[in-house]
């Protein structure tokens, strides 16, 4: 047997073993690379939490909270990305569970610079709740923080 049909036996249209395993192996790091390059484009183009002012924020807190929204509401927390939609739901479905309405935000203790959301509403049965949910304003986004008013 000749040194080239030792190379090429078990091959293939003459190409060596080893030429099919390079092809393979650039494949599989291409797709890889590619991968990783969708993931972060869109990760990148995932819109920042909150919203570009107080009184925005003020508004569509309570809107979100008053519809029982967990999409809305899910916009204007400052929590991870890959917990907010499940934290947003389970707000909402305690607000639901409780029965609650006529839900009013405002923000303390300045309007212009606020730290704090105070929620004040009305359960099913007639009695009220409030409650306080920290502000923060990051890179010009104002969200709400669950985090202690400090």
């Given amino acids: 047997m000749t040194e080239a049909n030792r190379r090429n036996r078990g091959s293939r249209c003459g190409a060596p073993r080893f030429a099919r395993g390079k092809f393979a192996l650039v494949v599989a790091v291409t797709l890889l690379v590619t991968w990783i390059v969708v993931v972060t484009v869109l990760i990148a183009r995932l819109p920042e939490a909150g919203v570009d002012s107080p009184e925005e924020l003020r508004g569509k807190s309570e809107s979100a909270l008053n519809t029982l929204d967990a999409g809305q509401l899910e916009e204007l927390v400052d929590y991870p ?70």
């Fill in 81 to 150: 990305p890959n917990g907010a939609k499940n934290f947003a739901k389970s707000y909402v479905d305690e607000l639901r569970a409780a029965g609650s309405h006529d839900i009013a935000v405002t923000l303390a203790p300045d309007a212009r610079a606020p730290r704090i959301v105070r929620v004040t509403g009305r359960r099913t049965d007639g009695s009220t709740f409030s409650f306080s949910v920290t502000v923060r304003e990051h890179e010009g986004r104002w969200r709400l923080e669950l985090t202690p008013p400090l």
